[in-house]
């Protein structure tokens, strides 16, 4: 009986032994693998963001272009402003794209997308900022201009949409990246305090209006009421912002070159020719005619905003158009199909490359000296005498080279209001360190539309793989800048690489 007793007992235990541990796995109290979390257990560097490594989807023009668009409704999210504990942020450097645009070329008889470029509240999209800032603007006269910017319009003003004129859109689209970037530096890190000193606020632009209210709408987001007294608006002469130092004839030929590059992979298309032939038809002129009106600028405004396709003007408002009288989403796929299939052998190719370091290095050049020289007045308490947030307001050919010289090539074509910044932030201090006054614990982060690209950068992947700090030198980013990014022109400096033979 009592052998019976204690067999029953066992049996008991064992039963609520074995619950227990299931329930254990159940809330992850336990590892359920073992050898997985010993594995993953070992010494890591731990990155400022997940990286989650996924299979690239397939490509689809459709699915791109709807990203190239950039909807203002859909919800921003992004890595600014993240960094380990106890790291102190320096300095923000941010370039942007305009926003949405209507179009620089028309197509030849159809009639012009109808979008009104007079902002109104009450209209969609819009933005909770979007009253104050119209409203704002009219103050501008308070500010400071260089050279003729002060004579352009501080926001879009015409019922009907001039070429090129940036849209509602294109402004709602710059509120939320400045808004965004607010709570990012200004909300979470105190980049910039309520009194700020106009030396601590850089803004630039080229001589366009587009670019002017991008920048404007922007800032207005990032500083909303901001002080127009303390604005200074610098205006940059080229599109590359290389201010005194465009004379660069090599940079010129490599241009050249990609863009007979560029003309024989478009003509060795036949499905893009076809495709040309048919619009053509379509609209009842020349295809040389239309291929030179650059068809796709118009129909990504009509992609974008929603509207149909242009069908040939010849069409009465009263009757339909007959069976093929109109431009499709088709043929519309095939151009933004070549232009995808053009950004993959561009990268091949190189020349592209060679272009853009030498088209980038005057902006990146200006922007290291700044990060280094606040870098060094942090740690003689000076950080008050640079500008801590810098903002250029630029166009996709300045971002495009700037990407590619970074190394930066697979994140794609700048989308409207796309973003690219740079993030100065500072370690704690060891007492070697602050004795021998180097820059051992500043670094840098790099992020593109919210995204943390640092480590792909061509400075500071050998880091990521050696390294177990989270975040990259400032150092890799001077030396880059400085002498290492000339190598693709094998070059040491931006003088020899401008200047020598191009074969």
């Not at 010494?43 to 699915?63: E, F, G, Q, Y």
């Not at 305009?98 to 620089?104: A, K, S, T």
């Not at 992020?447 to 061509?458: P, V, W």
């Amino acid at each position: 009986m009592l052998a019976r007793s204690r067999f029953i007992l066992v049996l008991v235990v064992g039963a609520l032994l074995a619950v227990l541990s299931f329930s254990l796995q159940y809330l992850h109290l336990i590892p359920t693998n073992p050898v997985a979390e010993q594995r993953s257990a070992g010494k890591s560097r731990k990155r400022v963001n997940p990286v989650l490594h996924t299979d690239p989807p397939a490509p689809d023009p459709i699915r791109d272009t709807h990203q190239y668009c950039n909807y203002p409704n859909l919800t921003e999210h992004g890595w600014e402003g993240h960094c380990p504990p106890d790291y102190k942020l320096l300095s923000v450097q941010v370039m942007i794209r305009h926003g949405d645009r209507f179009p620089l070329y028309s197509i030849p008889k159809t009639k012009k997308p109808t979008i009104d470029c007079i902002l109104s509240e009450k209209r969609k999209p819009s933005h909770p900022l979007l009253a104050s800032f119209i409203s704002h603007m009219a103050l501008g006269g308070r500010g400071h201009w260089d050279a003729s910017l002060g004579s352009l319009p501080r926001l879009p003003s015409h019922s009907t949409c001039e070429m090129g004129e940036l849209t509602q859109t294109g402004v709602v689209q710059q509120l939320k990246n400045g808004d965004h970037l607010r709570q990012a530096y200004i909300s979470r890190h105190n980049l910039l305090a309520a009194d700020w000193l106009p030396r601590q606020l850089w803004v630039e632009t080229t001589g366009k209006s587009r670019t002017l209210q991008s920048g404007l709408a922007f800032l207005f987001g990032f500083l909303p009421h901001f002080d127009w007294s303390r604005l200074t608006v610098r205006q940059q002469w080229s599109t590359l912002f290389c201010g005194q130092s465009c004379d660069c004839p090599a940079r010129n030929r490599y241009l050249d070159q990609e863009q007979r590059r560029q003309y024989r992979q478009r003509i060795a298309d036949a499905e893009l020719e076809r495709t040309y032939v048919t619009m053509a038809k379509t609209l009842g002129v020349a295809t040389k005619t239309l291929r030179a009106a650059n068809p796709v600028d118009a129909l990504l405004c009509h992609f974008c905003h929603g509207l149909p396709f242009p069908c040939s003007s010849t069409q009465t408002s009263s009757n339909a158009p007959d069976e093929g009288a109109c431009l499709t989403l088709e043929h519309f796929a095939v151009i933004r199909r070549q232009q995808k299939d053009d950004e993959l052998e561009r990268r091949e190719a190189g020349l592209y490359r060679r272009y853009a370091v030498l088209a980038a290095h005057p902006y990146l050049n200006r922007s290291a000296a700044r990060l280094e020289r606040i870098a060094r007045g942090s740690q003689m308490r000076k950080s008050k005498e640079d500008a801590v947030f810098a903002l250029a307001s630029a166009h996709d050919v300045t971002m495009a080279p700037l990407l590619s010289a970074l190394g930066l090539e697979g994140a794609g074509f700048p989308k409207f209001a796309a973003r690219l910044v740079f993030e100065l932030w500072s370690s704690p201090e060891t007492k070697e360190r602050r004795s021998d006054r180097k820059l051992d614990n500043m670094f840098i982060r790099v992020l593109y539309n919210g995204e943390d690209l640092t480590f792909d950068t061509a400075f500071c992947r050998e880091h990521n793989r050696r390294s177990t700090q989270p975040l990259c030198p400032l150092g890799n980013f001077l030396s880059f800048v400085r002498k290492d990014m000339f190598s693709v022109v094998n070059a040491t400096s931006y003088q020899q690489a401008c200047h020598q033979t191009v074969l």
